[in-house]
T-cell receptor, first 117, second 108 residues
Framework: GAVVSQHPSRVICKSGTSVKIECRSL??????MFWYRQFPKQSLMLMAT?????????EQGVEKDKFLINHASLTLSTLTVTSAHPEDSSFYIC?????????????FGPGTRLTVT | GIQVEQSPPDLILQEGANSTLRCNFS?????LQWFHQNPWGQLINLFY?????KQNGRLSATTVATERYSLLYISSSQTTDSGVYFC??????????WGAGTKLIIKP
């Protein structure tokens, strides 16, 4: 149980284009999902917290107009990197909390590796 | 904010060896999670352990909340145990604060 998927697993795009990453909870409902970014050989950095049906809360220093987050249902959150640039290249990971258990444990997706050329 | 320190930063062992990874945190926390990040980047939940001891196969974890540390034990290491082990604590807002990780290499 508590499986989270991400799509795509890898994406290469040209500078200036936009990329959408999907995060789905497959066997549970998630009122809260999280988006992280991980640089090589570093730990995870929280970008934003999204709650179903409401606006995402962004961490300090994260541009909300560049990283658009939509949590449209209890099983799907999307991250859109708008007008991507090479410095946006990174490993993006989502996580979700299972609303059914009442636990605050987070379950993670497999990540999406974004390369902007 | 809460600081999380993991030690050692790197660990190289022969297959079959046992190991202990440590996580220290600077303040009271709501909870603590241990993760294994495999070479492909997937984070695997190992333990959700605010206090006490839990065991799952060859792995066990102990958290002593009053002394602000947690230990992860790996017994009879296998090459598939290689990867980075992260400790993350939950702050008062239930957000995860991450340690820098312990990179474990198990040699055959």
């Amino acid at each position: 149980g508590a499986v989270v998927s991400q799509h795509p697993s890898r994406v290469i795009c040209k500078s200036g284009t936009s990329v959408k990453i999907e995060c789905r909870s497959l066997d549970f409902q998630a009122t809260t999902m999280f988006w992280y970014r991980q640089f090589p050989k570093q730990s995870l950095m929280l970008m934003a917290t999204s709650n179903e049906g409401s606006k995402a809360t962004y961490e300090q220093g994260v541009e909300k107009d560049k990283f658009l987050i939509n949590h449209a249902s209890l099983t799907l959150s999307t991250l859109t990197v708008t007008s991507a640039h090479p410095e946006d290249s990174s490993f993006y990971i989502c996580s979700a909390r299972d609303r059914g258990t009442g636990s605050y444990e987070q379950y993670f997706g497999p990540g999406t590796r974004l390369t902007v050329t | 904010g809460i600081q999380v320190e993991q030690s050692p930063p790197d660990l190289i062992l022969q297959e079959g060896a046992n190991s202990t990874l440590r996580c220290n945190f600077s303040d009271s926390v709501n909870n603590l999670q241990w993760f294994h990040q495999n070479p492909w980047g997937q984070l695997i939940n190992l333990f959700y352990i605010p206090s006490g001891t839990k065991q799952n196969g060859r792995l066990s974890a102990t958290t002593v909340a009053t002394e602000r540390y947690s230990l992860l034990y790996i017994s009879s290491s296998q090459t598939t145990d290689s990867g980075v082990y992260f400790c993350a604590v939950q702050d008062s807002n239930y957000q995860l604060i991450w340690g820098a990780g312990t990179k474990l290499i198990i040699k055959p």
